[in-house]
């Protein structure tokens, strides 16, 4: 199974600042059709988990342009360019090249 | 889009309970679905994958043997059925689209004596 490692897991930010998480995969992620299927989700307390990236870069309908996704290979990356309020969450890679789909362990952004 | 899952709730170790997920939306025939699910204060753990005509359906080492992922295409709906359930099942089991683009609010199952 491809293990996804996330850091930090955890991340005091202030208002207004940028913001970095880390997603390492034990294996490569390019699948056989060419594509790398990693996704970032964001999931707010009490709330389901949101996709925010998929396919490592593209931002789904309705997530502010402040998010970004970037990576190839193991190595990904969500950038949040200014954090703001409503981005405090736990946020979650995911890989979906390999069966079983698995999950980063989450990091933790909150507001300094 | 919606995705309504319903019939979680408390059950004592060894009991069954089936999980229904309601879709809406979105043409839902074509869709490969998951469920993932989310232990109390936990990250998110994949359960199991079904294809858009059923043909190939994948589990979880932790959850195979014991539970059935099915769907009805017709009725725009999917089930997972649980049994032979331990402690270590409770969870909130969401049913998500194939690379999470849809999610639905979760239903909560808790096993427990």
Redesign the interface.
């Known amino acids: 199974d491809a293990v996804m490692t996330q850091s930090p897991l955890s991340l005091p930010v202030t208002l207004g600042q940028p913001a970095s998480i880390s997603c390492r995969s034990s294996q490569s992620l390019v699948r056989s059709d060419g594509n790398t299927y990693v996704s970032w989700f964001q999931q707010r307390p009490g709330q389901s988990p949101r996709r925010l990236i998929y396919k490592v870069s593209n931002r789904d309908s309705g997530v502010p342009d402040r998010f970004s996704g970037s990576g190839s290979g193991t190595d990904f990356t969500l950038k949040i360019s200014r954090v703001e309020a409503e981005d405090v969450g736990v946020y979650y890679c995911m890989q979906g090249s390999q069966r079983p789909l698995t999950f980063g362990g989450g990091t933790k952004v909150e507001i300094k | 889009v919606q995705l309504v899952e319903s019939g979680g709730g408390l059950v004592k170790p060894g009991g069954s309970l089936r999980l229904s997920c309601a879709a809406s939306g979105f043409p839902f025939s074509t869709y490969t679905m998951?469920w993932?699910r989310q232990a109390p204060g936990k990250?998110?753990?994949?359960v199991s994958?079904i294809s858009s005509n059923s043909v190939a359906i994948?589990y979880?080492d932790s959850v195979k043997g014991r539970f059935t992922f099915s769907r009805d295409n017709a009725q725009n709906t999917l089930y997972l059925q649980m049994n032979s359930l331990r402690a270590e099942d409770t969870a909130v089991y969401?049913c998500t689209s194939?690379?999470?683009?849809y999610?639905?609010?979760?239903t909560l199952v808790t096993v427990s004596s």
């Not at chain 2, 990250?43 to 994949?46: A, H, K, Y």
């Not at chain 2, 194939?98 to 683009?101: D, N, Q, R, V």
């Not at chain 2, 999610?103 to 979760?106: L, R, S």
């Open positions: 998951n993932v990250g998110l753990e994949w994958s994948y979880a969401y194939a690379y999470g683009g999610w639905g609010q979760g």
